[in-house]
């Protein structure tokens, strides 16, 4: 099992910057993904980021230039630092970690979710 919690939400001004966090424990050995999600009102939940255990960045083709996620494999921390902030941006983050576990094939452990609120 791994718990995730995010922290670092608000609200922010427009073209402002936020740097998100997010604490995983547990058992972490079999994560080979941890990613940051979003999901805004009335939207679908969409991947922003994704940072494996080898060290890849991957970023969904809305988030290239604007969002960096990065990861700290000591202290089991991945965050996400998001710059020019735009209202659009309004959503609730998700931490997300992913495990190949070899008998129960693919889960994924989500945090609870850290508000993200953009004014114009």
């Known amino acids: 099992q791994v718990q995730l919690v995010e922290s670092g939400g608000g609200l922010v001004q427009a073209g402002g910057s936020l740097r998100l966090s997010c604490a995983a424990s547990?058992?972490?050995?079999?994560?080979?993904?941890m990613n940051w999600y979003r999901q805004a009102p009335g939207k679908q939940r969409e991947l922003i980021a994704t940072v494996m255990s080898g060290g890849k960045t991957t970023y969904a083709n809305f988030a290239e230039g604007r969002f960096n996620i990065s990861r700290d494999f000591a202290k089991n921390t991945v965050s996400l630092q998001i710059t020019s902030l735009k209202p659009e941006d309004t959503a609730v983050y998700y931490c997300?970690?992913?495990?190949?576990?070899?008998?129960?094939?693919?889960?994924?452990?989500w945090g609870q979710g850290t508000q993200v609120t953009v004014s114009s």
């Open positions: 997300n970690a992913g495990e190949l576990h070899p008998v129960r094939g693919p889960i994924m452990y």
């Open positions: 547990g058992t972490m050995h079999g994560i080979n993904t």
